[in-house]
C-alpha cells in the first residue's frame, strides 16, 4: 500500500497563515524592542507533516547573530501567542532562520561584475 502524498496545498496554505500571525505578533507585542521591531518575515515552509514551520527573516540590523538569538529567545513566547490566535488543534513548531538570498545575489553580481571587467 503506497503512502498517500501529503497536500503540498495544505502545507502552503498553512506556512502562510503562520507567517502572517507570527509577522503580526512581532509587531504588536516587539515594537519596542530594538532587535526584533527591524525584522521582517519573508517567507515559510511547513513540513513533518505540519508539525514544523521554518519561518525565513530578514532584518534592518547588521548584527544578524544578536538578532537570530533574541528570536530564539522569544520563540516560545511567541508560539505561545501564536496558539491563542489559531484556529487549529495543534500549534506547530517555529524556527527562526535568516535568509541571506539578497547577500548571495549581491556577491553573484559582484562576481559576474568583475569577470566583466576583467573580460
Do not use: C
Not at 507567517?19 to 524592542?33: G, K, N
Not at 515552509?45 to 508539525?51: F, I, S, T, W
Not at 527562526?96 to 545575489?105: C, H, K, N, P, V
Request: glycine share 6%.
Amino acid at each position: 500500500m503506497q503512502k498517500r502524498p501529503i497536500n503540498s496545498n495544505r502545507n502552503d496554505r498553512v506556512a502562510s497563515k503562520v507567517q502572517t500571525l507570527v509577522a503580526e505578533i512581532l509587531r504588536d507585542h516587539y515594537a519596542e524592542d530594538a532587535l526584533i521591531s527591524g525584522v521582517s518575515l519573508v517567507g515559510a515552509v511547513a513540513h513533518g507533516g505540519l508539525q514544523f514551520v521554518k519561518l525565513f527573516f530578514v532584518t534592518r540590523n547588521t548584527d544578524v547573530n544578536a538578532v537570530q538569538k533574541k528570536l530564539d529567545s522569544e520563540t516560545r513566547a511567541i508560539r505561545f501567542e501564536l496558539a491563542r490566535r489559531m484556529n487549529q488543534k495543534y500549534v506547530p513548531e517555529i524556527k527562526f532562520t535568516y535568509d541571506d538570498t539578497m547577500e548571495r545575489a549581491a556577491r553573484i553580481d559582484e562576481l559576474l561584475d568583475g569577470l566583466i571587467t576583467e573580460g
